[in-house]
């Protein structure tokens, strides 16, 4: 299968490293001191237990030139939400007709906005839960955990089966079906939402925040918030998941902190308005209140440019 990564960051680097060290046949597509090191130096995953270094990859900040070996099978899309425009305006040269997108990128939003730009190449939904950063240039450092994708699989795609045994064959890199996307996607945006307000305004991670009880009301706060939303919008909860989610956190890592908090303190852009942002957009449009998610969106809002404010 040929593989284009669109991002090669702390997702969509990972996601590529993994699979091109099964044999995929994997792109890259990258820019600035990030491409260049790619370039020169190869990929190298920085990982407890798994390291990796891919010494030549194939990279290019042109999806023109990665055309030259024909369109992709599929392009896994990683960018930052707000650079999603311009990524997926720029992927016509390696699309076919019958290339698929799986995006990657959190919320909600992520398909219809690159669905936009790319005419009629199907998109597919997909969440990934891993924890990995550019650490330096050709570099991703992840602390471990889980690595694990859930994708769209309706409908029996036969390209998007090829991307579930490839990454059964891969190190550190699981991915299971699902039918039901918008739910899987749903109910990441809910506890995401939530631990990114938290880690982010309060800049500490996890353990200290459940382990003091006004924050940890706090996390529950914001987690009740959103599943309300949810059910406003049309997306209905199981009951308990406010539990299930609060417990999920309180059994990761106590330096466990969401990569929106990670961007805070880099000064980079914030996916802020496709999280805290739109739990408060849609708890205005649809009635319900969201008192702790309008905080956390008006709190940082400033800082969502990637300015570091004093
Ligand atoms: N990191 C994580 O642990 C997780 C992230 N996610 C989600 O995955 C998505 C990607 O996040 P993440 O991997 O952290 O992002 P990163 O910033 O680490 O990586 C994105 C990369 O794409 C590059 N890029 C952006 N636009 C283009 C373009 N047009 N052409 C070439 N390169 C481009 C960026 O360059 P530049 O730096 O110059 O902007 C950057 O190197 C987000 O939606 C995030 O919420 C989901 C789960 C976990
Ligand atoms: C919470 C986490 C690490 C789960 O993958 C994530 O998606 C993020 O921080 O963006």
Redesign the pocket.
């Known amino acids: 299968m040929r593989i284009v990564i669109?991002?090669?960051?702390?997702?969509?680097a990972y996601v590529g490293a993994r699979l091109q060290a099964t044999g995929e046949d994997v792109a890259f597509?990258?820019?600035?001191a990030?491409l260049k090191a790619l370039q020169t130096e190869g990929l190298r995953l920085e990982h407890p237990q798994h390291p990796l270094h891919l010494p030549q990859v194939q990279v290019s900040?042109d999806a023109a030139e990665l055309a030259r070996r024909g369109p992709a099978d599929l392009v896994v899309f990683?960018?930052?939400?707000g650079?999603t425009e311009?990524?997926a305006s720029?992927l016509g040269p390696v699309l076919g007709p019958q290339t698929r997108i799986l995006t990657?990128?959190?919320?909600i939003d992520?398909v219809e906005l690159i669905q936009a730009h790319v005419g009629t190449t199907a998109v597919r939904g997909g969440v990934?839960?891993?924890?990995?950063?550019?650490d330096r240039p050709g570099v991703i450092r992840s602390p471990g955990g889980l690595h694990v994708i859930v994708a769209d699989a309706a409908g029996g795609d036969p390209t998007m089966a090829v991307f579930f045994a490839a990454c059964g064959r891969a190190t550190a890199l699981q991915a299971k079906p699902t039918d039901d996307i918008r739910s899987v996607l749903w109910e990441k945006f809910i506890a995401l939402s939530s631990l990114s307000a938290t880690t982010s305004l309060l800049r500490a991670p996890m353990g200290a925040i459940l382990g003091h009880p006004e924050t940890r009301a706090l996390q529950r706060q914001l987690i009740e918030e959103a599943v309300a939303v949810a059910g406003a919008a049309g997306v209905p909860q199981r009951a308990g998941l406010v539990d299930e989610v609060m417990a999920k956190l309180a059994n990761m890592p106590a330096s466990f902190r969401s990569?929106m908090s990670e961007d805070l303190a880099r000064g980079?852009a914030l996916?802020l308005q496709w999280l805290s942002g739109r739990v408060h957009a849609l708890g205005q449009q649809l009635g319900v209140p969201t008192p702790a998610h309008s905080t956390a969106w008006r709190a940082l809002l400033l800082y969502s440019d990637g300015s570091t404010g004093f």
């Open positions: 669109m991002g090669s960051g702390g997702v969509g597509i990258a820019r600035g990030h900040a990683a960018v930052k939400l650079d311009s990524a720029a990657l990128q959190n919320g992520s990934i839960y891993v924890s990995a950063v550019i990569s980079k996916e």
